[in-house]
Each structure stands twice: as C-alpha cells, then as structure tokens.
C-alpha cells in the first residue's frame, strides 16, 4: 500500500519488457510488483518469467546467470530450473529437494510485448489480451515506441482519459473531446467521444475511441483527419511508481511524405500532452471523494470500474 494512494496494488496482465529485448537465449533483469524478476526466451523460442532469487542460497538469476534449454542456470552453484520453475538439475547432489523451484510467472507474448499476470491472491487470468490487427499489417506504419517511469500509480494515470476539462487548462488545446459514450464491459472500459481539430483546411472533426483492458493495457483508436492507433501498457514497479510504454502506428496515406509528416506531428502531441501531465501526476494524491462538477461524471465511472482490479 502506498502512502499516497490508498488502494493496493492492481491485479491483471501487465508488461515487463519489449519481445525483441529478449533474443533467443538470453536472459534480462526487471523490477515490477515490488519484486527483482528475470526474463528469458529459451531455446524453443517461448519468452518466459521467473522470481529472480534462487531458492536455494538467494542468489539473483540474472546476474551470471545462463540460459539452458526453456529455462536457467543458477550462477552461484550451478542449479539448473526448468521452463515450469521446477529444479531440473544438481550438479554435485543426487536428491532434489521438493520444494526447489522458482515462481514461474504466467506469460503472454503479444502486440511486440512480454505480458505476466498479476493476482495478489494469485488467481489465474480472468481475460485474455486482444491482439491488434493493424501492429501485423503493411497498410500501417512499424510502430514507434516511446516509455517513462512515473513516479504515480495506474488509477490516478487512468483518470486522465476521462476527463476532458483537463485538455484546455493543462494542454492548451482550443477544444476539449466531448464524451458520447462510456460503458463498462467487465473488464474493459469503452469510451467514445468526438474532438474538432485545426487543420490548414479548416477545423474538423475526430473520433476517439478507447478500450482500456485492466490498469495494464490501454488501446486509442482515432479517425477523422488520419486513422491512429495508440497502445499504452502501464506496469507497477512498485506502490508509487509506474513504468508506462507507448507504441504509435499511422494508418498509410496515399503519399508516403504525407505519412511521416502526420505521423511525427501525431507522436509529437502525444508527446507534449504526456509529458505535460507528468508533474501533475507526480506531485497530486488521491481525493477519495472529490469535488465533481458537470462533465466529470466519467472519472466516478472509471472509480467504480476499477474496484474489481484490487483485492
């Protein structure tokens, strides 16, 4: 629990790293949870997560250690685990203990990204993390990627998404999006809404829609001038800190110039909206029961919304 925010930490998938941050055979330390893990992608190709410390005198996997087959190698006296945690191997004794094995976390490698499943009663998965058509198509530009580490928490990150007065007073914009519809789908929160834009042939309208999987997995989709896709993944490194991940894709027009200029100019305002929220997310706390005026009814849905990712 922090002391800024008064819920624990989420539960659901979030991301741990990039896929292409973990070739064939290696080995890469992370923090998340509040905990030192160690990624892997073995010999079959399979991307892997475990608890970093060996159960057995505590050293840490990822310092020295190697991978062999699905799994590793201890680099402290040579114990050798699994794809599945369990201890495979010990080199100077004949008798493995029962109870020597690493966490192994529950993985899913999809959308150019490591995802592990995060339950505080250690629950198994309760969705399954959509794929996204348009990071697998030629009709689209490669991603882009951009990453920060916030020192905030998943919620208060959230709430932004869901409150338009926000863009006029921190982001300067001369519009703000107008909400047509919130919904809440189980685990996802759906949210259209319309914005009008300045362009050189005159203001236009956009449509934004967002569909928001847990605290760990976020997709925008806009249209209108372009057609955009956004995903954002936020993972909790611990109670007051969240490392969040954005990936930018740019529908191809028919001039491939045209493209790159509305691609950067697009990466560019997200660029400058999420780095102008930052020291406000660093430095605000948590109302538990605030001011709410007309229009802000959406961060009273999202609240309610993301009771069911605690406990």
């Known amino acids: 629990?922090?002391?800024?925010?008064?819920?624990?930490?989420?539960?659901?998938?979030?991301?741990?790293?990039?896929?292409?941050?973990?070739?064939?055979?290696?080995?890469?330390?992370?923090?998340?949870?509040?905990?030192?893990?160690?990624?892997?992608?073995?010999g079959d190709g399979v991307a892997?997560?475990?608890?970093?410390?060996?159960?057995?005198?505590?050293?840490h996997l990822g310092h020295g250690g190697k991978v062999e087959g699905d799994g590793v190698?201890?680099?402290?006296?040579g114990w050798r685990f699994d794809g599945t945690g369990r201890c495979a191997e010990i080199p100077y004794a004949k008798r493995i203990p029962p109870k020597a094995k690493l966490r192994a976390?529950?993985?899913?490698?999809?959308?150019?990204?490591?995802?592990?499943?995060?339950?505080?009663?250690?629950?198994?998965?309760?969705?399954?993390?959509?794929?996204?058509?348009?990071?697998?198509?030629?009709?689209?530009?490669?991603p882009e990627r951009r990453d920060w580490v916030i020192r905030s928490c998943a919620q208060e990150m959230a709430e932004n998404t869901v409150d338009p007065a926000h863009?006029?007073?921190?982001?300067?914009?001369?519009?703000?999006?107008?909400?047509?519809?919130?919904?809440?789908r189980g685990h996802v929160l759906h949210v259209v809404s319309n914005n009008r834009v300045a362009t050189?042939?005159?203001?236009?309208?956009?449509?934004?829609?967002?569909?928001?999987?847990?605290?760990?997995?976020?997709?925008?989709?806009?249209?209108?001038?372009?057609e955009l896709l956004v995903l954002t993944t936020g993972a909790p490194i611990d109670a007051e800190h969240t490392h969040t991940r954005l990936q930018f894709s740019v529908k191809k027009l028919a001039?491939?110039?045209?493209?790159?200029?509305?691609?950067?100019?697009?990466?560019?305002?997200?660029?400058?909206?999420?780095?102008?929220?930052?020291?406000?997310?660093?430095s605000k706390v948590h109302l538990e029961q605030p001011l709410l005026v007309d229009g802000e009814a959406g961060i009273a849905t999202l609240r309610r919304w993301a009771r069911q990712f605690y406990g």
């Open 200 to 226: 050189p042939r005159g203001e236009q309208r956009g449509r934004i829609e967002i569909q928001t999987h847990g605290f760990g997995l976020g997709y925008t989709r806009f249209s209108g001038i372009a």
């Open 73 to 77: 190698r201890c680099p402290f006296h």
């Open 1 to 42: 629990m922090s002391t800024r925010f008064p819920f624990p930490m989420p539960n659901g998938w979030f991301a741990v790293c990039w896929g292409d941050e973990l070739p064939a055979g290696t080995l890469k330390s992370v923090r998340y949870f509040g905990r030192e893990l160690v990624a892997l992608r073995g």
């Open 48 to 59: 892997r997560v475990f608890d970093a410390h060996c159960p057995h005198l505590g050293a």
């Open 255 to 282: 001039d491939s110039d045209a493209t790159r200029g509305v691609g950067r100019a697009f990466i560019a305002e997200i660029e400058r909206q999420f780095q102008q929220d930052i020291p406000i997310w660093e």
């Open 167 to 184: 863009f006029r007073f921190v982001h300067k914009t001369n519009t703000v999006p107008e909400t047509e519809t919130m919904e809440i």
């Open 105 to 142: 976390w529950e993985v899913v490698e999809r959308n150019g990204l490591v995802f592990v499943w995060r339950h505080a009663a250690g629950a198994p998965p309760h969705w399954e993390i959509p794929e996204l058509p348009e990071l697998h198509d030629d009709a689209w530009t490669p």
